[in-house]
């Protein structure tokens, strides 16, 4: 009774538990089940989330490793770049040649100038002075030389004259010594006096005196003519040394009074003007400067690091800053420097001191551009440029080998005053030789003509650069 009781009271515990484990069981049995599942669907969630944010990382450390890959392989081994890079133009420093006062100024900073434009006129009256007194010195050298020219044949004479002298004493001597010879066995016959062959005797004394005397003054005379024609053979009048001394003292006034108005050597723009009215300038002073902004260049400034594959011809594409992205300079590399930025310092650096921190070098490369995109968006001095330089072709060298022919630089406008001070002497000379010489009016306004023959040569010409 006793096991059939306890295996009676066993039975609804039992069937519960089947009914539960068979879902038909009470409802806390259903909500336990339902709270296990909650539990593993958070966590599901949770990793599902992380991992894709690891996927998402993953896939950008790719996409950048990529796109850095792609960038040193389209870019970066085939270009270098810097923005370390300046435009430079030619700054002409305008300088006096001669003191003076300052009595115009004909150009002001931002104007536009040719070459040969007179910018500063200096007082000419002192230059004047030394010019007319250079003028008149030559002209009375020249007569001076004609003289000596003219000396010689006069001094030719007088040596002709002298040799007849000589010769007729001769003749006299030769006549006396003859007529003594004569007289001196007639004296002992008694057929010629004592006293008349003492007289005979006089007489060939004085006449070899007066030989003497005519062979010295034939001397004298001859060496007179020898030193005359010392300081006149081998040369003319116009190519004599005083007269050249003369014509050079000449041209140095001429082109002093010339040189009293500053012309522009060059083409370009005014900058820097420093000179004013009343002012007192010397020789070398700069008062202005001309900036020649139609043939620019920039400086570009590598690292060391960048110069391994860089050489000149390679093709360059350069932006500045005042006109933007949208606007493109094409050039090539002209050259590199032959030193460091800071070799070349004011103050280079002292690197065998104690304490020394490695610093990073730098070195110009000079990028020469296209003329017509310059023309089209001028530049200026100074204005930063990015400059991206194609190293794909590495035919070029990497220093300049060849030697230049012609001037890097030239201007034209002077030879006109050169010329027109050789004409003028030309012209002193030939008035003072008594030939046909062309009237040019006076010195000082041949100068003045030579200075507008030299502004118009550089109209016509131009300056060359």
């Given at each position: 009774m006793s096991a059939q009781d306890n295996n009676t009271s066993t039975t609804p515990a039992a069937g519960a538990a089947s009914n539960g484990a068979s879902g038909n069981g009470p409802a806390n049995t259903g909500n336990t089940g339902n709270t296990g599942n909650n539990?593993?669907?958070?966590n599901g969630k949770g990793n599902g989330q992380r991992k894709k944010g690891l996927a998402l990382i993953a896939a950008a450390v790719i996409i950048a490793g990529i796109g850095y890959g792609g960038y040193q392989w389209l870019v970066s081994s085939r270009y270098e770049e810097t923005d370390n890079a300046y435009v430079q133009a030619n700054v002409v420093q305008i300088t006096p040649l001669v003191g003076g006062t300052v009595r115009a100024v004909y150009a002001d900073d931002t104007d536009y100038v040719k070459a040969g434009q007179k910018l500063v006129s200096l007082d000419p009256a002192d230059a004047?002075?030394?010019?007319?007194?250079?003028?008149?010195?030559?002209?009375?050298?020249?007569?001076?030389?004609?003289?000596l020219f003219a000396n010689n044949s006069s001094l030719a004479a007088q040596v002709q004259v002298r040799q007849a002298e000589q010769q007729r004493a001769q003749s006299e001597m030769a006549r006396l010594q003859a007529d003594l010879a004569r007289r001196q066995p007639l004296l002992a016959t008694g057929a010629v006096s004592k006293e008349e062959l003492d007289h005979t005797q006089a007489q060939l004394t004085a006449a070899r005196a007066a030989y003497t005397a005519a062979q010295s003054a034939m001397l004298a005379a001859?060496?007179?003519l020898q030193s005359n024609q010392a300081l006149t053979d081998g040369v003319d009048v116009e190519q004599h040394p005083n007269v050249q001394r003369a014509a050079a003292r000449f041209r140095e006034s001429f082109l002093a009074f010339q040189r009293a108005d500053l012309v522009a050597p060059v083409d370009g723009w005014v900058a820097r003007r420093s000179v004013q009215l009343g002012q007192r300038v010397a020789a070398g002073s700069p008062v202005m400067a001309v900036v020649g902004l139609q043939q620019v260049w920039v400086d570009a400034n590598f690292k060391e690091s960048q110069l391994a594959k860089l050489r000149i011809g390679q093709s360059v594409t350069l932006k500045a800053d005042v006109y933007g992205?949208?606007?493109e300079y094409h050039g090539t590399v002209q050259g590199m420097g032959a030193g460091t930025g800071a070799a070349f310092a004011l103050l280079p650096a002292q690197n065998?001191?104690?304490n020394w921190i490695k610093v990073v070098q730098r070195v110009p490369v000079r990028i020469a551009l296209d003329p017509?995109?310059?023309?089209?968006h001028p530049l200026r001095v100074g204005l930063s440029m990015d400059v991206q330089v194609d190293i794909r072709n590495q035919d070029g060298a990497t220093l300049t080998q060849g030697q230049r022919q012609a001037p890097a630089l030239q201007t034209t406008i002077f030879d006109a005053q050169e010329r027109a001070a050789d004409e003028k002497v030309n012209q002193i000379i030939a008035a003072n030789l008594g030939k046909k010489a062309v009237k040019s009016g006076s010195t000082a306004n041949a100068a003045r003509g030579a200075k507008a023959a030299a502004a118009t040569s550089a109209k016509s010409n131009g300056a060359h650069a």
């Open positions: 539990g593993n669907n958070g004047r002075v030394a010019l007319e007194q250079a003028q008149a010195q030559l002209a009375q050298t020249v007569r001076e030389v004609r003289t001859q060496e007179q992205k949208k606007t065998a001191t104690g017509k995109e310059v023309a089209e």
